[in-house]
């Protein structure tokens, strides 16, 4: 089976810097898709970057980046010029191509963002 | 347009009660999934849906859990002789199909078994 380990579960930043949230899975297989959500107070969970592990290419959204380290397994968010509605939980998720309808994740991180 | 949404947003019931949550998915949306989500964890998978059968089931707890989606739109999750354990926010989303298509997530219903 698989699993997600987000080892930190609580970080802080300072507004305008960057932060960087881990995360590592386990699965033997090869061909998956990972994904980073947010889900701020209201509980509504928001995909904010995914990758597919067949691209080398880190995947890149507006101030939001990967680190991509398939053979060590891990998935690292960076978020850069951190504002205050980052503020959130940060969740990453594993989904296998073989199995597509069923994600699993990790336990999150309490993003703080300080002004 | 309209996201997923979730009704109710919250239900207490007592213990071994009957309780239903529903999920309305995006139009257009072939693939629905139900998760669970206890304090302080991330979301547990439950089942999902493509069209209107259940593609995975594999994470319904046990058979007090069941869940329908007749018409391949609306889901209902159905929850049977209600234990306290039960007590998490029930979150549901939807996509155009799986494999690496978005989820939208509904904001959850919390269920409060006491």
């Known amino acids: 089976a698989q699993t997600v380990t987000q080892s930190q579960p609580e970080m802080s930043v300072q507004e305008a810097e960057t932060v960087t949230l881990s995360c590592t899975y386990d699965t033997s297989e090869s061909d998956y898709y990972l994904f980073w959500y947010k889900q701020p107070p209201s509980r509504q969970m928001i995909l904010v970057i995914r990758?597919?592990?067949?691209?080398?290419q880190n995947a890149t959204e507006n101030r939001f980046s990967v680190n991509f380290q398939k053979a060590a397994k891990s998935f690292s968010l960076k978020i850069s010029d951190s504002q205050l509605g980052d503020a959130a939980m940060y969740f990453c998720a594993y989904r296998s191509m073989a199995n597509a309808g069923k994600s699993t994740f990790g336990d999150g991180t309490t993003l703080t963002v300080k002004p | 347009g309209a996201g997923v949404s979730q009704t109710p947003s919250n239900k207490v019931t007592e213990k071994g009660k009957y309780v239903e949550l529903r999920c309305d998915p995006i139009?257009?949306?072939?693939?629905l999934y139900w998760y669970r989500q206890s304090l302080g964890q991330g979301p547990e998978f439950l089942i999902y849906?493509?069209?209107?059968?259940?593609?995975?089931d594999s994470g319904l707890p046990n058979d007090r859990f069941f869940a329908v989606r007749p018409e391949g739109s609306v889901s209902t999750l159905k929850i049977q002789r209600t234990e306290r354990g039960d007590s998490a926010v029930y979150l549901c989303?939807?996509?155009?199909?799986?494999?690496?298509?978005?989820?939208?997530f509904g904001p959850g219903t919390r269920l409060t078994v006491t």
């Open positions: 139009s257009g949306h072939t693939a």
């Open positions: 849906f493509q069209g209107t059968g259940a593609a995975d």
């Open positions: 989303a939807s996509s155009l199909s799986t494999g690496p298509y978005e989820q939208y």
């Open positions: 990758q597919e592990a067949y691209k080398q």
